[in-house]
């Protein structure tokens, strides 16, 4: 089956705002199993609407759009696809009170004419309540061509998707398609599918794809079956060989798992506890990590030392070593891991000092130099790293890196 997705509204052609719901369903309908080649945007303007969904339907099995459900003159989609589509609308008795009940102990207390628009639908469409929100959703199915209505709001839309259309989609479909991620550190894009080249080009069912990462590379296998244990069969080989491949650089295959929710568990698992000394990153790896619930068990203090004042005070970096080396050096990098260690009393410490840019950079040291180390209970690993990019992206591949030492490092010595 192929599926298109139509957003409506003008405020997404003027950049108003971000049109987060096209990832959203393009996931969804890939876990489906759609095949999907359009994605189209189009204003509130009737006849480029109708020319958009009568284009749609005309070269795809199933369109979802999104938006222009309200109740205003603007909000035009529900008319246009009944329209071409060919349905008649009528009131629908349970969406007007379900629009009455919306009203119920509100702050506006009369309902204005305009929000009965909502409860007029396609005759014979099937009706989404809208939980969250006003306009429901709806579904249209005619000559073999079904139209998915869905509200714009993403805290409308991603629960009506999840709880209703998911399933009734879900139900429609003759075979599953199931996905597994490997989340790769330690690779760039072009290393990893020159390492598994010979899987992508002789793939078929399961399918390999790769995606590029702040400093990692996400691997989706996907498989295509008759239900989800025949799909989870064809996937369990090439898994094994990825990681036959990859081996520790390999920090997760659950899709939900990210690098620093990695980290943090390998700290719980290993009993370990942790602290950061920061310097060109300027708290990132500790902001990181504070992001994943739990680290409060592991992670005891960050400290931010972007002078060497700083550093010398509360790291213990020594005069002389910043004197002879610099505040970016790996002699420096190691003393502020160690120190940091020492200072907050934690079996972990990782430290970074680089070079970010735009400005600072010289012949011997240029910006995106960035030196890291961890020390982990008394030894040091240090790391020279020379990042590409605008200081954002140097400071986030830094931070990155850093988590990802600290992964490695407790991998090498396993349980210390």
Same mark, same amino acid.
């Given at each position: 089956?192929?599926?298109?997705?139509?957003?409506?509204?003008?405020?997404?052609?003027m950049g108003n705002i971000v049109n987060s719901n096209t990832q959203f369903l393009a996931e969804k309908c890939a876990l489906?199993?759609?095949?999907?080649?359009?994605?189209?945007?189009?204003?509130?303007?009737?006849?480029?609407?109708?020319?958009?969904?009568?284009?749609?339907?005309?070269?795809?099995?199933?369109?979802?759009?999104?938006?222009?459900?309200?109740?205003?003159?603007?909000?035009?989609?529900?008319?246009?696809?009944?329209?071409?589509?060919?349905?008649?609308?009528?009131?629908?008795?349970?969406?007007?009170?379900?629009?009455?009940?919306?009203?119920?102990?509100?702050?506006?207390?009369?309902?204005?004419?305009? @929000?009965?628009?909502?409860?007029?639908?396609?005759?014979?469409?099937?009706?989404?309540? @809208?939980?969250?929100?006003?306009?429901?959703?709806?579904?249209?199915?005619?000559? @073999?061509?079904?139209?998915?209505?869905?509200?714009?709001?993403?805290?409308?839309?991603?629960?009506?998707?999840?709880?209703?259309?998911?399933?009734?989609?879900?139900?429609?479909?003759?075979?599953?398609?199931?996905?597994?991620?490997?989340?790769?550190?330690?690779?760039?894009?072009?290393?990893?599918?020159?390492?598994?080249?010979? #899987?992508?080009?002789?793939?078929?069912?399961?399918?390999?794809?790769?995606?590029?990462?702040?400093?990692?590379?996400?691997?989706?296998?996907?498989?295509?079956?008759?239900?989800?244990?025949?799909?989870?069969?064809?996937?369990?080989?090439?898994?094994?060989?990825?990681?036959?491949?990859?081996?520790?650089?390999?920090?997760?295959?659950?899709?939900?798992?990210?690098?620093?929710?990695?980290?943090?568990? #390998?700290?719980?698992?290993?009993?370990?506890?942790?602290?950061?000394?920061?310097?060109?990153?300027?708290?990132?790896?500790?902001?990181?990590?504070?992001?994943?619930?739990?680290?409060?068990?592991?992670?005891?203090?960050?400290?931010?030392?972007?002078?060497?004042?700083?550093?010398?005070?509360?790291?213990?970096?020594?005069?002389?070593?910043?004197?002879?080396?610099?505040?970016?050096?790996?002699?420096?990098?190691?003393?502020?891991?160690?120190?940091?260690?020492?200072?907050?009393?934690?079996?972990?410490?990782?430290?970074?000092?680089?070079?970010?840019?735009?400005?600072?950079?010289?012949?011997?040291?240029?910006?995106?130099?960035?030196?890291?180390?961890?020390?982990?209970?008394?030894?040091?690993?240090?790391?020279?790293?020379?990042?590409?990019?605008?200081?954002?992206?140097?400071?986030?591949?830094?931070?990155?890196?850093?988590?990802?030492?600290?992964?490695?490092?407790?991998?090498?010595?396993?349980?210390?």
């Amino acid at each position: 089956m192929t599926a298109e997705l139509i957003s409506v509204g003008t405020e997404l052609l003027m950049g108003n705002i971000v049109n987060s719901n096209t990832q959203f369903l393009a996931e969804k309908c890939a876990l489906l199993g759609f095949d999907m080649y359009y994605q189209v945007t189009v204003g509130d303007n009737y006849g480029r609407m109708k020319a958009v969904i009568e284009t749609a339907l005309k070269r795809s099995d199933l369109i979802i759009l999104t938006g222009g459900l309200g109740p205003t003159e603007d909000d035009l989609t529900k008319e246009v696809c009944a329209e071409a589509m060919g349905m008649e609308l009528v009131e629908d008795p349970h969406t007007r009170k379900h629009l009455e009940a919306f009203f119920v102990n509100n702050i506006y207390k009369e309902i204005p004419d305009n @929000n009965w628009k909502m409860a007029a639908v396609p005759k014979g469409a099937l009706v989404l309540d @809208n939980h969250n929100g006003m306009a429901p959703g709806l579904i249209l199915e005619r000559d @073999n061509k079904t139209a998915i209505l869905l509200p714009g709001p993403p805290g409308e839309l991603y629960p009506m998707f999840n709880d209703q259309v998911f399933p009734w989609l879900q139900k429609r479909q003759q075979s599953v398609l199931v996905s597994r991620m490997v989340k790769i550190c330690g690779c760039g894009e072009s290393q990893v599918e020159d390492m598994i080249l010979d #899987l992508i080009d002789s793939q078929t069912n399961p399918t390999i794809a790769t995606y590029a990462k702040t400093a990692e590379v996400h691997l989706r296998i996907t498989a295509r079956a008759g239900d989800r244990e025949q799909a989870e069969a064809l996937i369990e080989p090439v898994l094994e060989e990825i990681s036959r491949r990859f081996k520790e650089k390999i920090y997760t295959t659950d899709e939900k798992v990210s690098l620093e929710m990695a980290v943090v568990e #390998l700290l719980k698992k290993h009993k370990l506890t942790m602290s950061t000394a920061e310097s060109c990153t300027g708290g990132m790896v500790a902001a990181k990590l504070v992001n994943v619930s739990g680290v409060s068990q592991v992670f005891m203090q960050g400290m931010v030392t972007y002078s060497n004042e700083a550093k010398m005070r509360l790291l213990g970096v020594k005069e002389e070593t910043l004197r002879a080396y610099g505040a970016v050096s790996a002699q420096t990098a190691a003393e502020m891991a160690a120190g940091g260690a020492a200072m907050s009393r934690t079996d972990v410490c990782v430290a970074i000092t680089g070079l970010a840019g735009p400005d600072g950079g010289t012949d011997k040291k240029q910006v995106g130099l960035v030196y890291m180390a961890c020390c982990l209970k008394g030894k040091v690993t240090v790391q020279e790293y020379h990042f590409k990019g605008n200081r954002d992206k140097i400071r986030e591949q830094s931070m990155m890196k850093a988590l990802d030492l600290v992964r490695l490092c407790i991998l090498e010595q396993g349980d210390c």
